[in-house]
């Protein structure tokens, strides 16, 4: 079956620091690959996504390539910023049927510090 | 921007008590989802729902579940006799179609069950 693998939290940075959050899936078909991000108190909101191999899905200044190759989808931002704490959820959608379910990694809890 | 609303934002049950969680999702949206998450543990996808009926439901979506759509509008989850290990907070989706795999998530409702 499908899954994702995410890097557990939670991680603690300084303002403008660098932010990577890796993640790697594995997956029986050719699945889309997606970030979504949850805010305190707030549902899960679409970050970025990338359908296919070599694709980079970017907004709000982070970005993330789906690498085929190495099954991964990892999350970057040059700079963070307090604003961006919240929880980090890898997840990729099954293309196989036509119900594109989700299966979600276990999410990563981002704390940045001014 | 239309969203996605569900209501309530928590509710709080006794064992055994059916409960009716219910989501708005967005007007021209087809396929219809709805994920839980247990404190500490992975979103999980337990039903896709299109054309008004179930078109695939995971091991946990038991007989104890149940999902409608009454009236065009809402799209609802039933517990018939909940359980402690229902608590968990139940995340409402809802996609376009037509080959569009974003998923579009409601603000969750949080389960509590005494």
């Known amino acids: 079956g499908n899954s994702v693998t995410q890097m557990e939290g939670p991680v603690t940075l300084s303002e403008e620091a660098f932010l990577t959050i890796n993640c790697t899936y594995t997956?029986?078909?050719?699945?889309?690959l997606f970030w979504y991000v949850q805010y305190p108190g707030e549902g899960l909101q679409l970050l970025l996504k990338?359908?296919?191999?070599?694709d980079k899905g970017s907004n709000k200044g982070f970005e993330a390539t789906y690498r085929k190759e190495t099954t991964s989808f990892h999350l970057e931002k040059g700079s963070v910023q307090v604003s961006d704490s919240a929880v980090y959820f890898c997840?990729?959608?099954?293309?196989?049927?036509?119900?594109?379910?989700?299966?979600f990694g276990k999410g990563t809890l981002l704390t940045v510090n001014p | 921007e239309p969203e996605v609303t569900q209501t309530p934002s928590h509710q709080v049950t006794q064992m055994g008590q059916e409960v009716i969680l219910r989501c708005v999702p967005i007007?021209?949206?087809?396929?219809f989802y709805w994920y839980r998450q247990i404190l500490g543990q992975k979103v999980e996808f337990l039903v896709s729902?299109?054309?008004?009926?179930?078109?695939?439901k995971s091991e946990i979506f038991d007989d104890q579940f149940s999902v409608e759509r009454p009236d065009g509008s809402n799209f609802t989850l039933k517990i018939r006799s909940t359980k402690l290990e229902d608590s968990a907070m139940y995340f409402c989706?809802?996609?376009?179609?037509?080959?569009?795999?974003?998923?579009?998530f409601g603000p969750g409702t949080r389960l509590t069950v005494l």
């Open positions: 989706a809802s996609r376009t179609g037509g080959g569009t795999d974003t998923q579009y």
């Open positions: 007007s021209n949206h087809l396929y």
């Open positions: 997840a990729l959608s099954d293309r196989g049927g036509s119900n594109y379910k989700l299966t």
């Open positions: 729902f299109y054309n008004n009926e179930i078109s695939e």
């Open positions: 997956a029986t078909g050719y699945p889309s």
């Open positions: 990338a359908t296919k191999a070599d």
